[in-house]
């Protein structure tokens, strides 16, 4: 008995879509872009007679759509009534970003008409509200690279371990930065042992051997490390049982580049070692100091 897996790929324009269903074709997925909405049943039906040869599935659907979009909603739920499970990946960003990205690719807004881009925005945002509530996973891509969105993807949609049935992302970050607005928990190491303020570990990241040794050789590091896990063993258990299949748990310090990177990166060490499928994202180690952490 084969399983299929079926995704459709929509959300907001210029929020990544493109860069997802490239993520999804190198991970074996069969990739239509841009399939009107009324056409998804009799899609379905024909890649359920392919008696598993057509087993990955992913969709694109957006607004270029049109008048077809409009009727989303009732292909979703004539798969339920045929009795296919399939997932929805919902990718978003925030206006200013948006808004810097069609700038920069001289691109208009589909549904900008005659107004600017942050009317067509504020317009699409609210034709997808519904979707995105029916959403299995929603990613924002504003402060993600595309290199962060495809792993985040892959770490979604191929389950390395499926026993657990929860998806874990570990994101670092800094909190000068902005805190990651799709985390589901958010930790602040900010009162661990500065890196910074050691010259020779200033340029280096969380990632090398001297930060570590620097920052976990503290005893408020240990005690930490260890309440932390202690609360990720009861936590995720019970999320699993609640049906929650993806967790994104944001690791913050001040600047993004040592303490959070380091304590991310253990935590991940410690959820794989427990079985669970772990992907790792340290959003704003590369970003040049400016300010002090």
Do not use: W
């Not at 969380?206 to 240990?222: D, H, I, L, P």
């Amino acid at each position: 008995m084969y399983e299929e897996r079926f995704v459709i790929i929509t959300g907001l324009s210029g929020a990544g879509k493109s860069e997802a269903v490239r993520a999804f074709e190198d991970l074996g997925f069969f990739c239509v872009d841009n399939l009107p909405p009324t056409l998804i049943p009799k899609f379905a039906e024909l890649t359920a007679q392919s008696e598993g040869k057509i087993d990955k599935i992913a969709l694109v659907v957006d607004i270029r759509s049109r008048e077809f979009f409009d009727k989303l909603l009732t292909a979703l739920d004539s798969l339920e009534e045929m009795g296919v499970e399939y997932e929805i990946l919902f990718l978003e960003a925030s206006d200013e970003v948006l808004v810097r990205r069609f700038k920069e690719t001289r691109r208009r807004h589909p549904l900008s008409a005659e107004g600017g881009i942050i009317e067509g925005i504020c317009e699409e945002r609210r034709k997808l509200d519904e979707i995105r509530k029916r959403a299995s996973r929603i990613i924002d891509t504003s402060n993600i690279t595309p290199k962060q969105l495809r792993e985040r993807i892959a770490g979604s949609f191929v389950r390395l371990n499926p026993k657990k049935g929860i998806d874990i992302i570990v994101v670092s970050f800094g909190f000068k930065h902005g805190i990651p607005i799709d985390a589901d928990l958010v930790f602040d190491v900010r009162f661990l042992p500065n890196p910074h303020y050691v010259e020779a570990l200033r340029p280096l990241t969380g990632e090398s051997e001297a930060v570590m040794e620097y920052v976990f050789r503290s005893r408020v590091t240990g005690s930490f490390l260890h309440k932390l896990f202690d609360l990720m063993t009861f936590l995720l258990p019970q999320y699993t049982k609640e049906g929650k299949t993806q967790l994104i748990i944001g690791i913050g310090c001040t600047g993004g580049r040592h303490r959070s990177v380091a304590i991310a990166n253990r935590l991940a060490d410690f959820l794989t070692d427990q079985g669970y499928n772990v992907t790792v994202e340290h959003r704003d180690k590369d970003i040049p100091e400016r300010l002090a952490e």
